[in-house]
């Protein structure tokens, strides 16, 4: 599982929403030992603080953030060009990164960067993501940038987890 300069895969976790990298670290302190020690987990805090309380405020301390901002029925988003933005500024600062992992609106996010990144449209200034690791993901349709970033075939090594 190294890459190919024999070290483990530097991988950039995304957060749910209304969480935290904090949160998520903890949530993946469940894997294996022996799965987490082969691999360089990055957690980061999404850039926007949560507008309401977050769900997991009895379970985990605040502060909790939402990468980006939907209206109920998920057909209208706001900050997602901002979000987008984000990252590549975090992945910058902090990566490279090999891939790219995340859970609810972090795997939402992840699944659709690839996509955004191989039309050149943002994400260029990184290196070419090689893989997603998806934990109960959905397919973001309607932000601008990401409405074509599923119009073709991605040619990267996916996992996808639904359920516990």
Known sequence: MANEEGKKPRILCLHGFRDS??????EIGRFPESLLQRL???????????????DAGGVCDPPHY?????????????????????IEDYMIKN???DGVLGISQGAALAACLPGIQRRGVRLTRIPAIKFVIIISGAKLGTPPLAATAFSTPM??????SIGT
């Open 21 to 26: 990298g904090a949160i998520f670290l903890k």
């Open 66 to 86: 939402e990468w980006f901002q939907s209206n109920e029925d998920y057909r209208e988003h706001r900050n997602f060009e901002e979000c987008i933005a984000f």
């Open 155 to 160: 040619e990267l090594p996916s996992i996808h």
């Open 40 to 54: 360089d987990l990055v957690f980061a805090d999404a850039p926007f603080p949560a507008e309401e309380k977050s």
């Open 95 to 97: 990566g490279p990164f």
